[in-house]
């Protein structure tokens, strides 16, 4: 009998399918046919932040994702951990195909669910790549610094 650790690692390597469609976005479909955008935007103006001009050599980009119809809950699907593998699966397709740095995440502080997401994210993340933790005002900024 395969222990829980066991069990989640092998959920965690299944994922969807996922297509390149443009300008740094990538689109997916669940079996339930709920689609997910996922797309990497030009994160400079992290650098403005007082206190970020450490990045200034480092070339960001910001990560964002959401359904189709703009829910971000991945829980009310009953397949986050295939959707969460599947996020993870494009970010590594991205950083291979493009020149960026470091990838970022940000979640304003009240939002709490968003922001354990992006920790989970990180935390898989920071299994390859060097993870990198800061905060402004009230946003938490997640980082991996991936070259």
Known sequence: MKSYKEYLLEILKNSYDFDYVDDDQYTFETDKRITYKVGFVDGEYIKDYEGFEKYNSLTLAEIFFYIKRGDFNLSNTKDQYKVFSTIISII???????SVDVI???SKKSEKSRTSLYEKIIN???KKYEKIYDEVEDFYFFMVEVN
């Open 92 to 98: 590594e397709s991205y950083v291979k195909n493009s």
């Open 104 to 106: 970022v995440f940000i």
């Open 124 to 126: 898989k993340l920071g």
